[in-house]
């Protein structure tokens, strides 16, 4: 009745069907761009690094460290103490018309530092052609005669110097002084008794009798007693007091602590000896209540002549 419907395979007709092969190889395509902008910048980047790293240096060299007009044309050195220029800027150093830039500020100042007789230093470099260099030196406050084998009779005494912080220095030769110093230092109170092993140039040396000892020079100096003593030796061979011999002949024994009231004790009774006329020949300021003091005799005060008010030591500059 119904006419017969033909049976077709739908996988044998032709229908409209999605473009996949099309979009595949636009995205295929795609993705080999960015690969290769990708690789592209990964050259640049390598290739100006390797130029960084191996142009930067070159480059540096032939614009600064190396360039002429940064070579050290003007040295300007000045210190507060004695040395010679001459002899500081050795000291330093640094070569004749080197570069200032490629200069290590740093060695510089330690070189400097090295040396026992300077305290510090500072370094400065002033483009394009100035190097300033500021010197402290150390201010000696006593000496020490330290046996040393040598000399004739197979020992010698050596001069050294020390500072208020207890370094040691050996005296400066007088070749290596300014012109413009004095030609020989003035004398310093001498330190005995104290351990040769501990003394070596540039050394400090810490104990509690050589600090009192200094300390003691030092608040002696800003004192009255200036102007009406002055300290030869202190003896520090008994480990709990100081033993002062004065220019005049006393023998005065300082604890090792409040020295500053020891200083007082001893002007009150350095203005009585003066009021009566009379000369200290022994005086214990360790004792703190009753202090023994022996006078000297009529005779022997009488032939002592008075201390001149010294005058205060100053530091200078050397430019």
């Given at each position: 009745?119904?006419?017969?419907?033909?049976?077709?395979?739908?996988?044998?007709?032709?229908e409209r069907v999605l473009g996949v092969k099309v979009r595949a190889s636009h995205i295929?395509?795609?993705?080999?761009?960015?690969?290769a902008v990708v690789l592209l910048l990964l050259f640049i980047v390598v290739l100006g690094a390797g130029l960084v790293?191996?142009?930067?240096?070159?480059?540096?060299?032939?614009?600064?460290?190396?360039?002429?007009?940064?070579?050290?044309?003007?040295?300007?050195l000045t210190t507060d103490g004695v040395i010679a220029?001459?002899?500081?800027?050795?000291?330093?150093?640094?070569?004749?018309?080197?570069?200032?830039?490629?200069?290590?500020?740093?060695?510089v100042k330690r070189n400097l530092e090295l040396v026992p007789l300077i305290e510090s230093a500072s370094v400065e470099r002033i483009p394009p052609?100035?190097?300033?260099?500021?010197?402290?030196?150390?201010?000696?406050?006593?000496?020490?005669?330290?046996?040393?084998?040598?000399?004739?009779?197979?020992v010698e005494l050596v001069p050294y110097r020390i500072d208020a912080g207890g370094y040691i220095m050996?005296?400066?030769?007088?070749?290596?002084?300014?012109?413009?110093?004095?030609?020989?230092?003035?004398?310093?109170?001498?330190l005995r008794h104290l351990n040769p092993a501990e003394i070596q140039p540039g050394r400090r040396v810490q104990t509690p009798q050589l600090a009192a000892a200094l300390q003691l020079l030092v608040s002696f100096e800003q004192s009255p007693m200036a102007s009406l003593a002055e300290i030869?030796?202190?003896?520090?061979?008994?480990?709990d007091v100081l033993t002062?011999?004065?220019?005049?002949?006393?023998?005065?024994t300082f604890g090792l602590a409040d020295l500053d009231q020891q200083l007082r004790r001893w002007q009150v009774i350095c203005g009585r000896a003066q009021r009566e006329n009379k000369a200290i020949a022994t005086l214990d300021l360790a004792v703190t209540n009753n202090v023994p003091v022996r006078w000297l005799g009529t005779n022997a005060a009488a032939s002592l002549t008075p201390t001149l008010l010294k005058p205060v030591r100053t530091r200078r500059k050397n430019v």
């Amino acid at each position: 009745m119904w006419p017969m419907r033909k049976l077709r395979n739908r996988r044998l007709g032709r229908e409209r069907v999605l473009g996949v092969k099309v979009r595949a190889s636009h995205i295929g395509a795609a993705r080999r761009r960015l690969a290769a902008v990708v690789l592209l910048l990964l050259f640049i980047v390598v290739l100006g690094a390797g130029l960084v790293w191996y142009g930067g240096p070159w480059l540096l060299k032939r614009l600064l460290t190396e360039n002429p007009a940064f070579a050290i044309r003007e040295f300007e050195l000045t210190t507060d103490g004695v040395i010679a220029v001459d002899r500081l800027r050795r000291w330093t150093g640094v070569a004749p018309g080197a570069n200032l830039l490629a200069l290590d500020l740093a060695q510089v100042k330690r070189n400097l530092e090295l040396v026992p007789l300077i305290e510090s230093a500072s370094v400065e470099r002033i483009p394009p052609h100035t190097l300033r260099i500021r010197v402290f030196e150390r201010d000696p406050i006593a000496q020490l005669n330290v046996p040393r084998p040598g000399g004739l009779e197979g020992v010698e005494l050596v001069p050294y110097r020390i500072d208020a912080g207890g370094y040691i220095m050996l005296p400066l030769d007088p070749r290596e002084r300014s012109a413009t110093a004095p030609a020989a230092e003035p004398p310093l109170p001498l330190l005995r008794h104290l351990n040769p092993a501990e003394i070596q140039p540039g050394r400090r040396v810490q104990t509690p009798q050589l600090a009192a000892a200094l300390q003691l020079l030092v608040s002696f100096e800003q004192s009255p007693m200036a102007s009406l003593a002055e300290i030869k030796c202190i003896d520090l061979s008994c480990p709990d007091v100081l033993t002062v011999t004065t220019g005049q002949g006393a023998e005065v024994t300082f604890g090792l602590a409040d020295l500053d009231q020891q200083l007082r004790r001893w002007q009150v009774i350095c203005g009585r000896a003066q009021r009566e006329n009379k000369a200290i020949a022994t005086l214990d300021l360790a004792v703190t209540n009753n202090v023994p003091v022996r006078w000297l005799g009529t005779n022997a005060a009488a032939s002592l002549t008075p201390t001149l008010l010294k005058p205060v030591r100053t530091r200078r500059k050397n430019v």
